[in-house]
T-cell receptor
Framework: NAGVTQTPKFRILKIGQSMTLQCTQD?????MYWYRQDPGMGLKLIYY???????DKGEVPNGYNVSRSTTEDFPLRLELAAPSQTSVYFC???????????FGPGTRLTVT | GDSVTQMEGPVTLSEEAFLTINCTYT??????LFWYVQYPGEGLQLLLK?????DKGSNKGFEATYRKETTSFHLEKGSVQVSDSAVYFC?????????????FGKGTRLHILP
């Protein structure tokens, strides 16, 4: 049981490049989330999904896009990367009944 | 709006010292309360939770009691170890929250010296 997995673990992007952060969970959870964690700061919600085909914006959605075509996968797309997107990105999932969120190990992204 | 406030870190203690990390919340209803822990280089993981007033959550020697009268959920441990060095997040969730979102505090970094 792998839980929540994220790839890649680390990435360096040049300004203006694009990339997709992958997130997969094998717990059959309906709810999935993307957060960013800036140095010394807490978590900010970027996007979330309550089920396949349904996504919604969180606190800081600008510069990002998501899709949820399956229950398992919730990729996060960065278009036209900017230095302000340098952060650690966490994906999480929950069942919606127990209410605990399970987190992946994170992707450390640097935009230069 | 609803929010969580926790003491700023870093907190530095010697091994076997008593730990308290303060957490208070602002909410219009009766949320469930959580403490999450983030060890270096890892994602967050649930440490303990409480779902109603006067409930005590406990795990790995850590405890926190849901105090509705003071809107607090302070984290305590009687004797900390070096392995407890991590960032601790207080968080809340509303029972009728349809999208299961959690509001996190900013985190408190804890350093335990041997």
């Amino acid at each position: 049981n792998a839980g929540v997995t994220q790839t890649p673990k680390f990435r360096i992007l040049k300004i203006g490049q694009s990339m997709t952060l992958q997130c997969t969970q094998d717990m059959n959870h309906n709810y999935m989330y993307w957060y960013r964690q800036d140095p010394g700061m807490g978590l900010k919600l970027i996007y979330y999904s309550v089920g396949a085909g349904i996504t919604d914006k969180g606190e800081v959605p600008n510069g990002y896009n998501v899709s949820r075509s399956t229950t398992e996968d919730f990729p996060l797309r960065l278009e036209l990367a900017a230095p302000s997107q340098t952060s650690v990105y966490f994906c999480a999932s929950s069942s919606g009944t127990v209410h605990e969120q399970y987190f992946g190990p994170g992707t450390r992204l640097t935009v230069t | 709006g609803d929010s969580v406030t926790q003491m700023e870190g870093p907190v530095t203690l010697s091994e076997e010292a008593f730990l308290t990390i303060n957490c208070t919340y602002t909410a219009t209803g009766y949320p469930s309360l959580f403490w999450y822990v983030q060890y270096p280089g890892e994602g967050l993981q649930l440490l303990l939770k409480a779902t109603k007033a006067d409930d005590k959550g406990s795990n790995k020697g850590f405890e926190a009691t849901y105090r509705k009268e003071t809107t607090s959920f302070h984290l305590e441990k009687g004797s900390v170890q070096v392995s407890d060095s991590a960032v601790y997040f207080c968080a809340l969730r509303f029972p009728m929250n349809r999208d299961d979102k959690i509001i996190f505090g900013k985190g408190t970094r804890l350093h335990i010296l041997p």
